[in-house]
DNA sequence: TAGGCCATCTGGTCCT
DNA sequence: AGGACCAGATGGCCTA
């Protein structure tokens, strides 16, 4: 435990210190960009703990920038995950806005992860029902060409709800993740019930409705999928690490 | 005050 | 060799 970047950690760099190593605040965002920007000449080498003697050519000052740098890019490479974070959830169809508390990052991915199958589900119900509109024949109107099961179970201006969906907010406002071996407060999706929505009386009344008018989408159009929300945050098998 | 969430640091491992 | 990725540790902040 007691390594050389170990002596160097004991001396807490101040935060100006560290932001002034990169100004992280400039970034631009682009999440690939640090994985694309520099060519590497690609050979492989036996790993070995090459490190250690390096560390001992190392100045003290030298290991600190050196530090100072790795320490740099960690941070930025959070951000990035952060802000590539901030971008799901602003898709997410969850209330957003000033008086609603930001998802954290579990209740984040649970929620994206319901989203997903909610839609999937969706899709197929849609699929199912045209099928049954255009009659049983193979050769109705409704083929499920990879070409037309990429088409429109949705129309393309759907965006996410400016409210909390039905099909949502259940799983994560009030009902347990199906996920059940989450905390509750994780399960809950937010730092206490109660706490995310300070009008989540209104919100949870307007589920059937969307931004003022029926909504278009399937799950308010028909009974919701009988496997979905209820199994929609079980856990995969490798979610259990 | 305990628990949850988060940012940051750090060392190790893997990849190019 | 250098960078990305990962996980553990730590401390701060916030809320019930």
């Given at each position: 435990m007691d390594s050389d970047a170990s002596l160097i950690s004991s001396q807490p760099s101040s935060p100006d210190l560290f932001l002034s190593d990169e100004p992280t605040s400039g970034f631009s965002g682009t999440v690939s960009s640090t994985q694309s920007e520099c060519g590497r000449g690609a050979q492989g080498r036996p790993r070995e703990p090459l490190r250690a003697k390096d560390k001992k050519q190392m100045s003290e000052s030298e290991l600190q920038q050196l530090r100072l740098k790795i320490n740099s890019r960690e941070r930025k490479r959070m951000h990035d995950l952060n802000i590539a974070m901030d971008g799901l959830r602003e898709v997410m169809p969850y209330a957003h806005g000033p008086s609603v508390r930001k998802l954290s990052k579990i209740a984040t991915l649970l929620l994206a992860r319901n989203y997903i199958l909610m839609l999937t589900s969706s899709l197929e119900e849609m699929k199912r029902l045209l099928g049954e509109i255009y009659g049983g024949g193979h050769h109705s109107s409704f083929h499920p060409s990879p070409a037309c099961q990429a088409g429109p179970a949705l129309p393309?201006?759907?965006?996410?709800?400016?409210?909390?969906?039905p099909a949502m907010v259940p799983a994560v406002s009030s009902a347990p993740l199906a996920g059940a071996s989450l905390s509750p407060a994780v399960a809950a999706g937010?730092?206490?019930?109660?706490?995310?929505?300070?009008t989540a009386g209104a919100a949870a009344s307007g589920f059937q409705q969307w931004a003022g008018m029926p909504c278009p989408c399937t799950m308010c159009q028909v009974p919701p999928p009988p496997h979905v929300p209820s199994a929609g945050m079980t856990r995969l098998p490798s979610d259990s690490k």
């Open positions: 393309p201006s759907h965006g996410p709800h400016p409210l909390p969906h937010v730092r206490g019930p109660g706490s995310l929505l300070k």
